[in-house]
Every structure is written in C-alpha cells, then in structure tokens.
C-alpha cells in the first residue's frame, strides 16, 4: 500500500512563533511588575519633592495637589535661617558620618584582608571570625543601654566621638565579612609576585591588593554611609544638646504633637537625600559588582 499522502499535524514540532510569544508574555509580566514595584518607590519621593515648594497651609487643604509656581522660600529659610540652624546639622552629620567611615574602612579593610588570605593563619582566627558572624545576629537594641552606660563612664554623650565609635562598632562585623570574602577570591600569585619584589605585608596589601579591592571596598563605603546618614535611634540616645543633633534628629522637630510645618519637613527630606543620591549614582556600579564577588565560590 502507498503511503497516505495526508500531512499528520500533530507529530509536528511546537512553532517558533508559540515560543517567541510565550517568552514575549512572560517577559512582559515581569516587567509590569517591575513597573509597578518602581511606582510604588518613586512616587513617594516624587510627592516629598512637590510638598517641598509648597506652603503647610496648602498642603493641609490640598495633600495631592500640585504648587501653582516653584516656592524656594522654604529652601531657603531652611539652609539660611539662623532660627532653624539647619547647616549646624548637617555639618554634624556630615562630621559624624566622614568619621565613622573612616574608621570602618580602616578596620574592615586590614581585618578582612587578614580574614580572607589563606596565608595568615593565627591564634584563635576561626573563634574570632565566628564571633564576628555572630555580632551580625544581634539586634542593635539589646546594645544601646550598655553603650549609653559606656559612654556616660568615659564621659562622651554629647559628643560627635561617641557616635563615631558606636557607628563603627556596629558596622564592623558586616563590613569586615564583605572584605574577606572578595579578599579569598584574589589570586595568590599577586602577593607571590609582591614578595619576590621584596614587597612586606603591608606593603602588599596596600598596593596591590586594596587596589583591587576597590569594588568591595564601594559596597562597604555605599552600605555604612546610608545607616550612618539615616541613623537615629543612637543619635537621640547618645545626644541630648540642641547644638549636637544630627539631621534625623532635628528633621524630628519639624513634626509634632501640637504643630507640625509639613513644607519645611519635606524640604529638609530633600536636602538630606541629596548626599545619599549623589554617593548612589557614583558608585552603584561598583555596589553591584562587590555584593557579587564571591557569589560563585563553592
């Protein structure tokens, strides 16, 4: 018998169209999600923004309304205004934040490079870095009255020292991890090389391998300069002088039980973010490449 010359459909393969179409639909729900995730971030921001050129009393008989011209009277009163003193605390932010990184990436970068190198192999290495694993752990609450006990006996609340000191020791133990984790995954024949051109310990870590830990060294940077900026809990429980209050502290007093100046909040709001946003837009690059360093070693 010939043959049925009828074509059979169904032992056909799936069309490259169906596929280009599923990948198309899934493609598309992912990025209505992400739409979406975006919106619900940004318009808080882009309503702070607005808030910021208009007036309280505008706000509180319109909330969603948009302001008839940019006002920058509030911008204004609040960076100049000798009654609010805003520069005062920004300056003390600033002082605190510069100081607590400092010392962060001091401690982080030489810990985590003794850490990560195979290499260095002393007393209790394993039971130190344990105990850094397990500080991480800890919720910083449990901390504040035996540090604001600590900080009362060596007679430093009230000081920009005690912020700096605390900063750091609560960022120490994530900070140190990140860098022994790039660390271990640098090459030993650079520090080889070092040594052979007569290169000591320090010497090595300084120009050869803290050069290349540079993204690590972002993250670490990026990460401690957004809880150093934004922190309050300690700074409200460490200073108590009107002169010594950092920004979240003072863009407190512009909400209250009894009056609130809705504008002047939402400027200030504006003004803080800008640092963060500028440090961000610097470095995001460099923030995505550390957090991932490491990400494939078994």
Known sequence: ??????????????????LRLTRLSQNAIVLLLLLAI???II????WMVIMSFRTTGEILSNPYGLPTSLNFDNYAELLFSPRIAFYRYFY???????GSLFLTLAVSTLAGYAFGRSRYRFRFRTAVFSSLLLAMMLPPQIQYLPQFQMMTEYGLLNTHLSLILLYTASALPVSTYLMATFFAELPDELEDAAYIDGCGDLKTFYRVMLPLAR?????VLLVNFLNFWNELLLAVTMITRPEMRTLPAAMMLFVGENSSDYAMASASLVVAMLPVLIIYLALSDRFIEGLTAGALKG
């Open 92 to 98: 003390n932010s600033v002082v605190v934040t510069v």
């Open 43 to 46: 318009i808080p921001f882009i």
């Open 38 to 40: 975006t919106l619900l």
């Open 215 to 219: 993204p690590a060294v972002s993250t």
């Open 1 to 18: 018998m010939y043959p049925s010359m009828t074509p059979n459909f169904t032992d056909r393969p799936v069309s490259g169209f169906w």
